[in-house]
C-alpha cells in the first residue's frame, strides 16, 4: 500500500513566477491538507480539501490555491511567488472521520 | 503567545539515555495531542497520539498529557542513534481539524 505521495521532489523557480505542487494521498483516504514547512519552524497549516472542495484555511493569502479531484488527489497553486515562499510544501492525507493525519515526503520549492 | 510552544533544542544525549521532550499549549479546546517524528529532509511521520490526561506507552515512548496545565511531554527510553531526528508535537481538536505545530525539538543521540 503506497503512502502519501508527493510530486516534483524538488523545485526551482523565480520570483513572479507560479508554481504547481501535487500530492495523491494514502488508499482510502479522501481528505487532503497543505502544510508549508520553513527551514527550522515546525509545519503550519494552508488549507484542507474534502469533497473537492476547501474546508478550512490558514492564514495563507489568496495567492495559495488548492484543487482536489473526484480520485481525491491534490494540487496546490501558488502565483507571484516571494522570496519567502521557499519552503518544504506537505501534504498530509486523512480520514474525513479521524483525527491522525500522515505526511508526504514533501516538495522542495525555492525561489529565486 | 503561540499556540504551541516548543523548545527547539539541539539536544545531544549518549546512546541508552532517557530522553525528555516537552512542548506547552495556550488553546484549551485542543482534545488530543499528536508527536511526529521527522528526519532530516522528510516528511513529519506520526509516532502517537493522546487524547486525554495520563500516560500512554508505545514500546520505547511515552506520551504524557496534562491538560490542567496545558503541558504534554514525550519520553524516550533506552536512545538509539536511529531516534536522532526533529520531534514535533501537534495539537489538535475535532476530527480532521488543522493541526497546530510547534517549531520541533532536534534530538541527537550519540553511539
Known amino acids: 500500500d503506497a503512502g502519501v505521495t508527493q510530486s516534483p521532489t524538488h523545485l526551482i523557480k523565480t520570483r513572479g513566477q507560479q508554481v504547481t505542487l501535487r500530492c495523491s494521498p494514502k488508499?482510502?483516504?479522501?481528505?487532503v491538507s497543505w502544510y508549508q514547512q520553513a527551514l527550522g519552524q515546525g509545519p503550519q497549516f494552508i488549507f484542507q480539501y474534502y469533497e473537492e472542495e476547501e474546508r478550512q484555511r490558514g492564514n495563507f493569502p489568496d495567492r495559495f490555491s488548492g484543487h482536489q479531484f473526484p480520485n481525491y488527489s491534490s494540487e496546490l497553486n501558488v502565483n507571484a511567488l516571494l522570496l519567502g515562499d521557499s519552503a518544504l510544501y506537505l501534504c498530509a492525507s486523512s480520514l474525513t472521520i479521524a483525527r491522525e493525519q500522515f505526511f508526504g515526503p514533501g516538495t522542495r520549492l525555492t525561489v529565486l | 503567545q503561540k499556540e504551541v510552544e516548543q523548545d527547539p533544542g539541539p539536544l545531544s544525549v549518549p546512546e541508552g539515555a532517557i530522553v525528555s521532550l516537552n512542548c506547552t499549549y495556550s488553546?484549551?479546546?485542543?482534545?488530543?495531542f499528536m508527536w511526529y517524528r521527522q528526519y532530516s529532509r522528510k516528511g513529519p511521520e506520526l509516532l502517537m497520539y493522546?487524547?486525554?490526561?495520563g500516560n500512554k506507552e508505545d514500546g520505547r515512548f511515552t506520551a504524557q498529557v496534562d491538560k490542567s496545565s496545558k503541558y504534554i511531554s514525550l519520553f524516550i527510553r533506552d536512545s538509539q542513534p536511529s531516534d536522532s531526528a526533529t520531534y514535533l508535537c501537534?495539537?489538535?481538536?475535532?476530527?480532521?481539524?488543522?493541526?497546530?505545530f510547534g517549531k520541533g525539538t532536534l534530538l541527537t543521540v550519540n553511539p
Open positions: 488508499s482510502g483516504h479522501d481528505t
Open positions: 493522546t487524547y486525554s490526561s
Open positions: 501537534a495539537p489538535g481538536r475535532g476530527s480532521n481539524y488543522k493541526l497546530t
Open positions: 488553546n484549551s479546546a485542543f482534545q488530543y
